[in-house]
């Protein structure tokens, strides 16, 4: 994915990331739950009775909030440079990756570093961590 750094304006950037953290903070005190997709998903997969609902309802809204936007204006068309093939590859490593760090980026990096947990910041660091050392071998390493 590439962004167009001639159309970029922070505005935009900032709303969003207020716009997620004002929901993460509702949602945990409305909810006294943590906003983490892998969590969130995760219990749909092995759903406990009565705990399905709210995730049902939190991932409808995580796919309706595009179609929402398409009332307004039109998506923005991502140009990806990776083949069918890399992408399964990497989105399994990203289910792994959460897997074993008990948790996803919206879980640690938004939530955990919000409630200034050490388990939440090292695990961040982590996932920012490997994120550079990846996309430099992908691109340096193997030319990718």
Do not use: K
Not at 41 to 50: D, I, N
Not at 76 to 101: C, E, H, N
């Amino acid at each position: 994915m590439v962004i167009d750094w001639n159309a970029f304006t922070p505005w935009s950037a900032l709303a969003g990331g207020l716009l997620i953290g004002l929901a993460a903070a509702m949602f945990a005190l409305l909810n006294g739950r943590i906003a983490g997709i892998s969590g969130v998903v995760g219990g749909l997969v092995r759903p406990v009775w009565g705990d399905a609902a709210w995730r049902v309802a939190f991932v409808a809204g995580l796919i309706g909030a595009p179609l929402v936007y398409l009332l307004f204006a039109a998506l923005p068309t991502p140009q990806i440079d990776a083949g069918f093939g890399t992408l399964v590859v990497a989105g399994l490593l990203v289910g792994a990756g959460s897997r074993y760090g008990a948790g996803c980026t919206s879980g640690h990096g938004i939530c955990g570093l919000s409630r200034l947990s050490p388990r939440s910041l090292v695990a961040t660091a982590m996932f920012m961590g490997a994120g550079f050392v990846t996309v430099f071998a992908a691109r340096h390493v193997f030319g990718f």
